[in-house]
């Protein structure tokens, strides 16, 4: 078992505001789940600060004994606001420096109520980088906001496919091959800024090989492909 629970989180908005969603997958060392939610109308904080909370809430629903929780977002709001920020905002009666209430004032006093039971804190990682837990939380968070969940697994973790250790971002940054199993859900190709959607990988071969500074890619998803079209800029 582990010594603390680790916890991938990400939280997408269209629109900001707009209809959102957030992903997460909980490592309990010999268990993994992944968790996910929907909100009709919210902001991307929302989604990722959400997160947080849904993920918390599940643990205390489910009994976990661990008390010891340690996430990984790419949101440096939550990151900062969960180990430095909502110690001073409770100071001061959840105001910032302006004496104004804060924003989501409703999830960080959830937070708060929550930190009494477990001990939590946030590693801020790279979105988008290659980094296969963050891909899948942000494909779980994004088929959320699309109201197309997709389908989420809860098992032991020698089934897992996605790599919970690999926190790493790969040289060159960008969106690296994700570390997925299954059939791809189309090809990607760009030369000379034409891109190209192609339905089998010989398709996509056949126009990019012997090219020079082209880009190629597999999509696992609609919401993947979007990603890598937006990485892109196309």
């Known amino acids: 078992m582990n010594e603390e629970i680790r916890v991938f989180t990400d939280g997408s908005s269209r629109g900001n505001p707009g209809p959102g969603g957030w992903g ?3 490592d309990l060392g010999e268990e993994v789940y992944e968790i996910g939610a929907s909100d009709k109308r919210t902001t991307n904080n929302r989604m990722e600060l959400g997160a947080i909370v849904g993920v918390l809430e599940s643990l ?5 004994k661990q008390d010891r929780v340690h996430f990984l977002t790419d949101s440096s709001y939550v990151a900062n606001g969960i180990n430095s920020w909502i110690n001073s905002w409770r100071r001061n009666n959840w105001k910032n420096k302006a004496g104004d209430e804060i924003a989501n004032i409703d999830l960080w006093q959830k937070l708060n109520d929550l930190l009494t ?17 963050n891909e ?9 906001a699309d109201e197309k969940p997709v389908q989420l697994f809860t098992g032991k973790k020698f089934l897992y496919k996605i ?7 790969p040289k060159g940054g ?7 199993t299954g059939k791809a859900y189309s090809y990607l ?19 990019v090989k012997g090219m020079k500074g082209v880009k190629f890619k597999k999509a696992m998803s609609a919401s993947d492909e979007a990603e890598i079209r937006k990485s892109w800029g196309v």
């Open 24 to 26: 997460a997958i909980v």
């Open 60 to 64: 205390r629903e489910k009994y976990i």
């Open 174 to 180: 960008g969106t690296a091959t994700k570390k997925y």
């Open 136 to 144: 899948r939380v942000d494909e779980i968070a994004t088929s959320f």
């Open 163 to 169: 790599d919970l250790q690999d926190t790493s971002v």
């Open 189 to 207: 190709s760009l030369v000379n800024g034409d891109l190209q959607i192609h339905k089998t990988w010989l398709e996509c071969e056949s126009r």
């Open 117 to 133: 039971v477990f001990e939590v804190r946030a590693e801020h990682v790279k979105g988008h980088a290659g980094v296969p837990a």
